[in-house]
């Protein structure tokens, strides 16, 4: 059964860069099948795709935030990244990772991992 | 500002059918590109429960099902259960957005 967990720090200051990682158990992040994404979601508010990135190091970002967000992967240890620069108290989110087909855009998130909430705060 | 808009609560009594809307546009729905599902309960994750418009992944029930047309798609829930309070969301695809993941503004279905 395919799983995976975020991890990172809780809290981050304003104007730093948030870094969390995405580690992918019970399943290959080499796969030629499958996108892996990073969602938000705001306190008491709605979900927000951050970006995906294939296996290969190709990514594709939210516009809203593509001058900021940064995705890696790192296939030989199975996990990837996420870096959201100058971040500030909007920023403040669940953030949760998540996998999607490659075959074509717009397809469904199938697996998620459980969310890590972060808040920036001084 | 999600460019697929949902209704943001509905309610019905155990045993009702219930829908929820998430209305978009030609760049998104109405150009064709599919829509998914998602349930959140509580404090978790959200959960795929319809994708591609009308499919359902393994163990989730038939009570739940999804329509499209035009520029829009629907969720229904028949015979509405306790555990089926949560938020739902629906996801497209929007070519002016360039994005995989365009999520609507969510629905909070309140079981009375």
């Known amino acids: 059964q395919l799983q995976l967990q975020e991890s990172g720090p809780g809290l981050v200051k304003p104007s730093a860069t948030l870094s969390l990682t995405c580690t992918v158990s019970?399943?290959?992040?080499?796969?030629?099948?499958?996108?892996w994404g990073w969602i938000r979601q705001p306190p008491g508010k709605g979900l927000e795709w951050v970006g995906s990135?294939?296996?290969?190091?190709?990514?594709y970002y939210n516009p809203s935030l593509k001058s900021r967000v940064t995705i890696s992967v790192h296939t030989s240890r199975n996990l990837f990244s996420l870096r959201l620069s100058s971040v500030t108290a909007a920023d403040t989110a669940v953030y949760y990772c998540?996998?999607?087909?490659?075959?074509?855009?717009?397809?469904?998130?199938?697996?998620w991992g459980q969310g890590t909430l972060v808040t920036v705060s001084s | 500002q999600s460019v697929l808009t949902q209704p943001p609560s509905v309610s019905g009594a155990p045993g009702q059918w219930v829908t929820i809307s998430c209305t978009g546009s030609s760049s998104n729905i109405g150009a064709g590109y599919d829509v998914h599902w998602y349930q959140q309960l509580p404090g978790t994750a959200p959960k795929l429960l319809i994708y591609t418009n009308i499919n359902r992944p393994s163990g989730v029930p038939d009570r739940f099902s999804g329509s499209q047309s035009g520029t829009s798609a629907s969720l229904a829930i028949t015979g509405l259960q306790a555990e089926d309070e949560a938020d739902y969301y629906c996801?497209?695809?929007?070519?002016?957005?360039?994005?995989?993941?365009?999520f609507g503004t969510g629905t909070k279905v309140t079981v009375l």
């Open positions: 998540a996998r999607h087909e490659a075959t074509a855009a717009g397809k469904p998130f199938d697996y």
């Open positions: 996801q497209s695809y929007d070519s002016r957005l360039s994005g995989s993941g365009v």
């Open positions: 019970g399943g290959s992040i080499g796969s030629t099948s499958y996108y």
């Open positions: 990135i294939y296996y290969s190091g190709s990514a």
